[in-house]
């Protein structure tokens, strides 16, 4: 973020009051705090919530892996209806009014949904997350079907079953369970899909970036195919689900540009109806990639075309007979996303057990394999797992379901660090007697010239960034120690510490340090929530130093201010830029101090990013000892909009930067503040350590 511009160009008005604020939600808050004088660890208590309407379950924040987790096509990832409303239903017209829907959903199917006429295929929109409630989800008679660019969308812990219409190779009734053509971004997890008319999963016509994973695919003729166009499009990634007495199409896949198949268990049992012509199939141009899986009884396990291609490595072939072929050269999967393979050996328990749908389903019970919570250790010396923060970051597997923390030694870690968006649930605790034990520091600026040609820019500058989320950071530091005056070459000095781009960072205990534009709170995309509780910690900068359109509270902390490079005093605390309908920034129950001069600080001012009028930036400051440092008029203009058009408050100061409510500084009514409280602007959430 720049300096203020001389300009006014931008300005607006708008009728309403500056003090509008946001519908209340039935909330409370509780909590202590004590303040550590060396900065070192601070007491922190749980705070205490409760919403009148249902939060979205655990289970509604998952993200795909695979292939799904692959930014392309402008979709970032796949989320489903994730910060959508919940829904449960019961019954077809229930769910037929959700799944069409253009608004995102997230819908749990609570009991068994017979489908009328047998065969319906209902018409799945973009942006939904459909999961059965436990096991009681079914759907009866028919299934889902996905068209045209229908993309963001997750069908989880569902049994689909039974449109089988008496006739094995059915050419007259094409009942899918799950049937897209031309969709793009689209996860399938964790359900039992079995019986159908014809095929359990068609991804069809150019559909890509699909990952299929942890389902049971059953007691069916055709069970999954891919492709039948001659371009070759679709990247999908089919890891962990068990296939049973299936004939064929398991899967078949034509024409796909990667196919990356890995920890599957095809079975086919002797002495059954129903016996196998062929396991994995590569036709036309496709690129396969076929890892660590177990044939068990399969006839003609593995299949190529002259024109496709096969490398296989690390699978189990017990009591298979004919083909198994491989050859050509493909692709490696982990150039577009991490993943970790289980031995092919262990997959027949692992499945049998893990795959289909779970009675809990969610961040702490995915999969088998999914531990509570995982410890990674970071020590420079060697005496840890890993030597850089970083390289403990990296291990985390992809959509990691559980909570994995990362125990960093005391040290000054000179490094970036980086939780992409689909890593989840990591923790950065430092282990050390004090906060300050434990630095992770790097001094890149928005002007800092990159290796390759161009500047960092404001966000690229951060030594810290987070954008995966349900992430924690705990007593440590995260600095910039980007020189100033050092480098007044660099025309562009802004110097980030910590940005986060993700719902629900919870960063307790920590000292976050730089100067101009220290701590970046944003969200992934300026229509998605991106909630941060700041809580037990120190914040210290001198100019927009605490910045961006995430929904952010500071609490029980301490706002440090810096003097400038040159030994002046000026700048301003906080440069909200939050979308219209949304709330900013909270900063409550805290303090302001720091060894600058008086009156030389402004409270914040409004940061319409890029010049966005439809923008309507909050900052409230309540409870909260503010220093002599403090402007009496504490909000200023920027860039040529008002802070007055804009929503900027106050509520029961103290200190000797507190002044009397005025046009130049506005403060809550009662009523008003009653509804800018600490839960209010969570919304359902109550941050715990974890």
């Known amino acids: 973020m720049s300096e203020p511009r001389s300009t006014a160009q931008h300005r607006r008005r708008r009728s309403r009051t500056a003090l509008a604020v946001g519908v209340p939600l039935a909330l409370t808050a509780a909590g202590t705090f ?88 209902i018409k799945v929109q973009s942006d939904k997350t459909i999961v059965g409630q436990g096991t009681a989800g079914h759907i009866v008679g028919g299934g889902f079907f996905l068209g045209q660019g229908v993309h963001n969308v997750i069908i989880r812990n569902l049994t689909i079953r039974d449109a089988y219409q008496g006739i094995w190779n059915d050419k007259d009734h094409d009942f899918d369970a799950i049937q897209m053509d031309g969709a793009h971004h689209v996860w399938i997890d964790h359900n039992d899909l079995r019986h159908m008319a014809d095929g359990l999963i068609d991804v069809r016509k150019d559909s890509t970036n699909v990952t299929v994973s942890w389902n049971k695919l059953s007691d069916n003729n055709k069970t999954f195919g891919i492709g039948w166009t001659e371009n070759v499009k679709t990247d999908i990634t089919i890891h962990h689900n068990w296939i049973r007495e299936t004939e064929q199409r398991n899967p078949s896949t034509d024409n796909a540009a990667h196919a990356h198949l890995y920890n599957n268990f095809l079975e086919d049992a002797p002495n059954t109806s129903i016996g196998s012509s062929y396991g994995n ?51 490696d999967p982990k150039t577009y996303y991490p993943y970790t393979l289980d031995r092919a050996a262990d997959l027949p328990s692992i499945l049998k057990s893990g795959a289909g749908p779970r009675g809990s389903i969610g961040t702490t019970a995915v999969s088998t394999r999914a531990a509570a919570a995982t410890t990674l250790t970071v020590a420079q010396d060697g005496s840890g797992q890993y030597r850089t923060v970083q390289a403990a970051v990296n291990a985390v597997p992809a959509n990691n379901p559980s909570r994995v923390v990362i125990a960093v030694k005391p040290g000054t870690y000179r490094e970036l660090v980086k939780v992409p968006s689909n890593k989840p649930h990591v923790t950065i605790q430092g282990t050390g007697g004090s906060r300050k034990d434990t630095t992770i520091v790097y001094n890149n600026a928005s002007g800092t ?66 100067d101009q534009d220290t701590l970046l709170l944003d969200t992934a995309s300026k229509d998605r929530l991106g909630r941060v509780y700041v809580a037990n910690s120190y914040v210290i900068g001198n100019v927009d130093f605490i910045f961006g359109r995430a929904t952010a509270v500071v609490d ?29 920034f909270l900063i409550a129950n805290s303090t302001v101090n720091g060894d600058v001069s008086a009156g030389s600080f402004h409270l914040g001012r409004p940061w319409h990013a890029g010049g966005d009028a439809s923008l309507d930036p909050q900052a409230t400051v309540r409870n ?7 402007k009496s008029a504490p909000w200023t203009d920027m860039s040529g909009f008002s802070w007055k058009d804009d929503r900027f408050a106050e509520y029961k100061n103290s200190g000797a930067g507190a002044g009397s409510a005025s046009s130049d500084r506005p403060h809550l009514t009662d009523a008003q503040a009653a509804n800018q409280e600490v839960a209010d602007w969570l919304a359902g959430w109550t941050p715990s350590a974890s």
């Open 34 to 121: 004590a303040y550590g004088g060396d900065l070192g660890v601070l007491g922190s208590t749980a705070l205490q919530a409760s919403a009148a309407t249902a939060a979205a379950p655990a289970w509604a924040a998952d993200t795909a892996d695979g292939f799904a987790s692959v930014n392309s096509l402008g979709q970032n990832g796949t989320y489903g209806g994730r910060g959508g409303q919940v829904v449960t239903v019961k019954t077809q017209a229930e769910l037929e009014k959700y799944a069409t829907a253009t608004q995102p959903y997230v819908i749990v199917v609570a009991g068994t949904i017979a489908m009328n006429p047998v065969g319906k295929e």
């Open 281 to 331: 199939y590569s036709r036309g141009s496709t690129k396969m990639v076929l890892e660590n899986s177990y044939f068990q009884g399969i006839k003609n396990p593995v299949v190529k075309d002259s024109g496709a291609t096969i490398v296989q490595r690390g699978n189990v072939f017990s009591g298979t007979s004919g083909r198994n072929e491989s050859g050509g050269s493909a692709f």
């Open 449 to 514: 010239p990159k290796p390759g040609g161009g500047t960092y820019g404001t966000g690229g500058s951060a030594t810290v960034a987070v954008e995966a989320d349900d992430f924690q950071a705990r007593n440590l530091t995260i600095l910039n120690d980007f020189d100033e005056g050092a480098n007044q070459n660099i025309k562009d000095q802004q110097a980030v510490a910590l940005r986060t781009a993700a719902d629900k960072v919870f960063l307790d205990g920590i000292i976050v340090s730089g």
């Open 556 to 584: 029980k902390s301490v706002i440090t201010l810096k003097k400038r490079w040159n030994g002046t005093s000026a700048g301003y605390i906080a440069a909200p830029s939050t979308a219209a309908n949304r709330k900013g």
């Open 624 to 630: 909260t000892s503010l220093s002599n440092a403090i």
